[in-house]
C-alpha cells in the first residue's frame, strides 16, 4: 500500500469533537463581542446621532437662526447714534454751547442766563 | 447536511436561541474540518470559536436558499488558512530571527518513521497547496467541492493540487510515490 495513502487514511480518524461547553463559550463571546461593539459604537457617535430624528429638524432651525444673527451682527454695522465729530466733540460742550451749534429749539431759560452773563461782566 | 431556512432568517434578526441552534448543529462540522489542519485541540476549539464569531458577524450576508453548510465550510477554510499563514510566519521568523535557541531546544530528537516524516512534510507545505490536498485526500471531497470552498477555479484546484502531490513526493523521496 502506497504510505501517503495509509497517512492519510490515518489522517481521516483524527478529529475533534466539541465538549459539551463548547456552545456556551462561544455564545458568551458573541455577548461580550456584542457589548464591546455596542460601545464602541456609543463612543463613536456624533453629534447628530446622539439627538433623537425627530428633535433634529428643530434644533438645526435654532442653530441656523443662531448663526445668521451671529453673522448679521458681526457684518452689518451699527447705525451710529451720533455723527463721529458729534461724538469726538460731546465732552467739551458746555450745554450753552450746545445750543448754539447744534439745538435748534429754543435754549431754556438758565441757558439763556448762561450765555448772556459773560457779556454783562 | 439539511438545514433550517427559517433557523438562518431567524439568526439574522438576532435571535439568541437561533444562534445557538447554529453552533450546536454545526459546530462538529466545523470541529472536524480544523481538525485537518490542527493538530491541537486548544488549536481546533480557539479557531472554531473564531469561525463561528465571523459567521454571526456576517449573517446578513447570507442568503436563506443559498447553501449554508457550503458557505460555513468556506468561512471555516478560510479562517483555517489566515492561521495557517501566521503560524508558518510566525515559524519563518523564528527560524530566521532565532536559530541559536532553537538549535539548543532541539537536542538529537528520534528521527521520525514515514508515517511522522510525511505529517511534518505537509505541514511544511504552503497553505495554498495544503489545503486543498487535504481537502482532497483526507476530507475526500470533489474538485468542485474544493473550488467552490475555497473560492477557486476547477482548473485552480487541479493545478494545485498537482503542485502539492510533486512537492511533497518530493520532500519525502521516492516512497510517497
Known sequence: MNPLNEFFKRERKRIFEPDAFFTQRVMARIEAGVANKHASRLRDLDFWEVIPSFARPVLALALMLILCFVIVDLFVPQLPQRGMVESFLAPEQSPSESFLYTDSDVASQDVLQQLIAPEED | MEFDRELIVRAQQGDRSAHEAIVNQYSTMVFRLIS???R???DVEDIAQDVFLKLFDRIDQVRPDENFP???ARVTVNTCYDELRKTRRRKEAMETY???MAA???VNPPEPDF???ARIALQRLDPKLRIPLVLKEV???SVEEIAKTMGLTQTNVKVRLFRARKKLQSMLG???E
Do not use: A, V
Request: net charge negative.
Open chain 2, 115 to 117: 508515517l511522522g516524516k
Open chain 2, 104 to 106: 539548543s531546544q532541539t
Open chain 2, 36 to 38: 485537518r489542519f490542527f
Open chain 2, 40 to 42: 491541537s485541540r486548544e
Open chain 2, 174 to 176: 521516492d516512497r510517497g
Open chain 2, 139 to 141: 476530507e475526500e471531497m
Open chain 2, 98 to 100: 532565532g536559530p541559536e
Open chain 2, 70 to 72: 457550503g458557505w460555513l
